[in-house]
């Protein structure tokens, strides 16, 4: 994937501060941080969507996060929580699949919509889920 921005940056082709890498991912500062410190996790293997990924690196990526990058957070920047947001398809810029991990703080500026318009009947959209 050589037009992809992310395979660019763990070849080492584009720029990126790294805060942590290994064999499997990669961890980097977001260019356009919503938050102070706010990081990109990606595969290093190109993979587009949530649907490619494997139950192994994400659990090695949720590993990451809990035992290396959360304490790191708050440690450094004394955060007072963390969100952890991915995009797929529609809202997904980089077609190359990350994990958002913002920092949250208080009285930051993130902020996530409710459109009450938006809402179906919750049976109509759950019950077929529920065994
Ligand atoms: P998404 O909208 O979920 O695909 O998010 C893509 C994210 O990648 C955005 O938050 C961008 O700020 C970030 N981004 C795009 N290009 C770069 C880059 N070269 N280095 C670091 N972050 C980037
Ligand atoms: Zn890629």
């Given at each position: 994937?050589?037009?992809?921005i992310?395979?660019?940056?763990?070849?080492?082709e584009?720029?990126?501060?790294?805060?942590?890498?290994d064999d499997?991912?990669?961890?980097?500062?977001?260019?356009?941080?919503?938050?102070?410190?706010?990081?990109?996790?990606?595969?290093?293997?190109?993979?587009t969507?949530?649907?490619?990924?494997?139950?192994?690196?994400?659990?090695?990526?949720?590993e990451?996060?809990?035992?290396?990058?959360?304490?790191?957070?708050?440690?450094?920047?004394?955060?007072?929580?963390?969100?952890?947001?991915?995009?797929?398809?529609?809202?997904?810029?980089v077609?190359?699949f990350?994990?958002?991990?913002?920092?949250?703080?208080?009285h930051?500026?993130?902020?996530?919509?409710?459109?009450?318009?938006?809402?179906?009947?919750?049976?109509?959209?759950?019950?077929?889920l529920?065994?």
């Amino acid at each position: 994937m050589n037009d992809c921005i992310f395979c660019k940056i763990i070849q080492g082709e584009m720029p990126s501060y790294t805060v942590y890498e290994d064999d499997d991912l990669k961890v980097f500062m977001n260019i356009n941080p919503s938050t102070n410190g706010h990081l990109l996790l990606i595969p290093k293997k190109h993979l587009t969507t949530l649907l490619d990924v494997d139950k192994e690196w994400m659990g090695h990526a949720l590993e990451v996060i809990q035992t290396k990058l959360y304490p790191l957070l708050k440690e450094k920047l004394h955060c007072d929580g963390l969100t952890l947001s991915q995009n797929n398809f529609y809202g997904q810029e980089v077609k190359h699949f990350h994990i958002h991990l913002t920092p949250r703080y208080e009285h930051d500026l993130v902020d996530y919509q409710y459109n009450e318009e938006m809402l179906n009947e919750v049976e109509t959209v759950f019950h077929t889920l529920v065994e």
